[in-house]
């Protein structure tokens, strides 16, 4: 009985110390990317696309260069946010607004890239307030169509994708 005891005891053992482990590799692999916001901010809240396009005009008989979001967040404490070109996002609840502009990115094959933006405005009094940078993390689809198009055509892609706000 004490051998099946000290072996359940070392198995356990084992299975912290792999999972430390990992969380730890996890952490290092967080700190070095380049889509982590500046040291000292905290998460001021986390979305996902709940329905969600990237329109992209045709020019040069190719659907190139950026897209125009139009996209409703949502998160678990029922508040919405109207995301849109500029790009802008503006609370539901209480109409703050602010745009931000990429500072980097990574690509996700078969989808839009991640990115880490800045936030460059301001308007509005209210949740979005205090947010500085926004994670797009966790992308899937909205990559422009590789077929020939007529100059100024318009398509929407659906997209999906994880938005976390941080701010001080």
Same mark, same amino acid.
């Given at each position: 009985?004490?051998?099946?005891?000290?072996?359940?005891?070392?198995?356990?053992?084992? @299975?912290? $110390?792999?999972?430390?482990?990992? @969380?730890?590799?996890?952490?290092?692999?967080?700190?070095?990317?380049?889509?982590?916001?500046?040291?000292?901010?905290?998460?001021?809240?986390?979305?996902?696309?709940?329905?969600?396009?990237? $329109?992209? $005009?045709?020019?040069?008989?190719?659907?190139?260069?950026?897209?125009?979001?139009?996209?409703?967040?949502?998160?678990?404490?029922?508040?919405?946010?109207?995301?849109?070109?500029?790009?802008?996002?503006?609370?539901?609840?209480?109409?703050?607004?602010?745009?931000?502009?990429? @500072?980097?990115?990574?690509?996700?094959?078969?989808?839009?890239?991640?990115?880490?933006?800045? @936030?460059? $405005?301001?308007?509005?009094?209210?949740?979005?307030?205090?947010?500085?940078?926004?994670?797009?993390?966790?992308?899937?689809?909205?990559?422009?169509?590789?077929?020939?198009?007529?100059?100024?055509?318009?398509?929407?892609?659906?997209?999906?994708?994880?938005?976390?706000?941080?701010?001080?």
């Amino acid at each position: 009985m004490r051998t099946l005891k000290r072996k359940l005891a070392l198995a356990a053992a084992a @299975v912290v $110390t792999v999972g430390i482990s990992a @969380v730890t590799y996890q952490a290092s692999a967080a700190e070095t990317s380049p889509l982590q916001p500046p040291a000292g901010l905290k998460i001021v809240g986390q979305f996902v696309v709940g329905t969600g396009t990237q $329109t992209y $005009t045709c020019t040069g008989g190719k659907f190139t260069g950026s897209s125009v979001p139009e996209a409703a967040l949502f998160d678990g404490a029922n508040r919405k946010i109207h995301h849109f070109g500029g790009p802008s996002w503006q609370s539901e609840s209480d109409g703050s607004l602010i745009t931000a502009a990429p @500072v980097a990115n990574s690509p996700v094959p078969g989808a839009i890239p991640e990115l880490l933006l800045e @936030v460059k $405005t301001h308007s509005g009094q209210g949740f979005l307030s205090t947010v500085t940078h926004i994670q797009r993390m966790n992308t899937f689809g909205g990559v422009a169509p590789a077929t020939a198009c007529t100059d100024g055509q318009k398509v929407s892609v659906p997209y999906n994708a994880n938005y976390i706000f941080w701010g001080n």
